[in-house]
């Protein structure tokens, strides 16, 4: 019985794991380069990701801890819209984004009288990033930050600490690999995402459209070194904070 | 002494006065509204009355230590203590609490890598760093080893009493209510009396207070109810008949479980099991002078 569970164990391990070997096998490593345009999609990528990740965490951490201190008709309906846009394909939000923020809409026409446009500009790349990772991030935070015990804030608060300083001296430290395991899950989703940016940001081209586009052209043995640039800069980060919060759990 | 006038609707109905001697002790079953009282003091809780209610927990001169210490455990032990203090002597002055209270050698340490009586004392030095008006204790004695309990306990009461600063201790064990100064005792939403704890102990107003503070035998006798302690029950000839129905050691103890008209507990010094057996006929002596009335 142990030996089947076991064996198991490692099939199952080895069927998530053997996409990777494509990366040393499947390449045209010999004549492929990376091109001017590859280039420029890892750093729209990498900038428009950071950029993003910076929003994400401003705008999404009041909102993960008031879900995580809250329990109320008015916290649930807040975590039903955060987990709509996390639910819906990606592809669909990005025609809804179209449709709200695009030239011939409202919305999108008024922004784009005052010089912001967000359709195929940089500014629609991080739109479309945070779209994409901004409500994994808040479910996942406020999942951290519900383990902080509330008699830890208590005491600071009889200590004389309110507000913004109370959660940057006890909330947030104590939050913080579960805060950072959440911005790291975002950055995934940022890095990765295609659905929305097909939509509203294929220029300037980030990895996923880049690659997409190289597909297309030169077929796929001719994308893996922007592939590896694409795995490397997506991959590390995350992994190393799984791994650290979970040796932390242990 | 500070004088406590308080009234709360959530999450517990409490209307409450009572006055904090030295080192008072808050007696009440669980569920009572005990913690709920503490928090509302220190401003954690919604509540009207006075002193201080209305200002936040930010503006209180209260020192809070919740159940278990509550310590810091991403800070030092010493950046604990230092965490209510502003400027650059803070660090300093956080070290010479931790000395005052004979525990300076603690100050490098992680605050979560330390042992529960330690953790209190660091918590009261943390506490004691505002310069409190009233400190508020929860449960002091929950997160202490049994072996070590009644020291530790003597040792906080002593250093809080050193300082001179009133503190209100909650508690459900009628034993650390026993080393306070004052005790008060809260059921059914109100104080239902205060006094030194050798008055209380010696005359509980009524079947609540006397369940509180330990009394376990209760008889009606003539439209009122009588009260007498398990271990004051005497076994020696004499009194009335009973039969034994349980027999239990007590640590150095014995506890039987007994029936005479009404069920009854008695607590032998030292006692022998093997002088007691289930069925056993015995008689029940109750001296008059530790027989106390009550009222419902």
Known sequence: MKALTGGLLLLVLAFLTVPLFGLATGGDWLHATISADDLRAVVTSLTGGGVALVLIFCAGTPLAFYLARKRGRLSALAEALVLIPMLMPTLAIGILLAAFYGPAAPVGAALARIGVVLTNSPAAFVLAAVYAALPTYVIAARAALREVPPELEDVAATLGESGLNLFFRVSLPLAQRGVAAALALAWVRAMGEFGIVLIIAYFPQGMPVRLWVDVQELGVPAVFPLLAVFLAAALPLPLWLGLRGRRAAL | ?296
Request: hydrophobic share 50%; with cysteine.
């Open chain 2, 1 to 296: 002494m500070v004088e406590v006038d308080y009234r709360l609707t959530a999450p517990i109905a409490l209307d409450v006065q009572f006055e904090v001697r030295g080192f008072t002790a808050l007696l009440g079953f669980s569920g009572s509204g005990k913690s709920s009282l503490l928090k509302a003091l220190a401003g954690l809780l919604p509540a009207a009355g006075s002193p201080w209610a209305g200002l936040p927990a930010q503006q209180r001169p209260v020192g809070y230590m919740p159940q278990g210490s509550a310590l810091f455990p991403h800070l030092s032990v010493l950046e604990n203590v230092a965490f209510a203090l502003r400027g650059k002597t803070r660090l300093g002055a956080a070290r010479k609490l931790l000395d005052d209270l004979g525990i300076g050698q603690l100050a490098a340490r992680n605050a979560a890598r330390i042992s529960g009586g330690e953790a209190q004392r660091v918590a009261l030095a943390r506490a004691l760093a505002r310069g409190p008006e009233l400190l508020l204790l929860d449960e002091p004695s929950a997160a202490l080893d049994a072996a070590t309990r009644d020291a530790v306990l003597a040792q906080l009461i002593e250093s809080i009493e050193a300082r001179g600063i009133p503190a209100l201790a909650a508690t459900h064990d009628p034993a650390m209510a026993m080393l306070a100064d004052w005790l008060v005792l809260l059921a059914e939403g109100r104080i239902i009396q205060q006094g030194t704890p050798r008055a209380l102990f010696d005359g509980p107003a009524t079947v609540t207070a006397a369940k509180l503070l330990g009394y376990q035998n209760f008889w009606p006798e003539g439209g009122q109810t009588c009260c007498i302690r398990a271990e004051d029950i005497e076994i020696d000839g004499g009194g009335i008949e009973a039969v034994i129905a349980g027999v239990r050691e007590q640590g150095a103890d014995l506890r039987l479980r007994c029936v005479a008209q009404a069920p009854v507990t008695v607590l032998i010094k030292g006692g022998e099991k093997a002088a007691f057996a289930v069925g056993q006929k015995i008689r029940l002596r109750f001296p008059e002078d530790k027989i106390r009335l009550v009222g419902d």
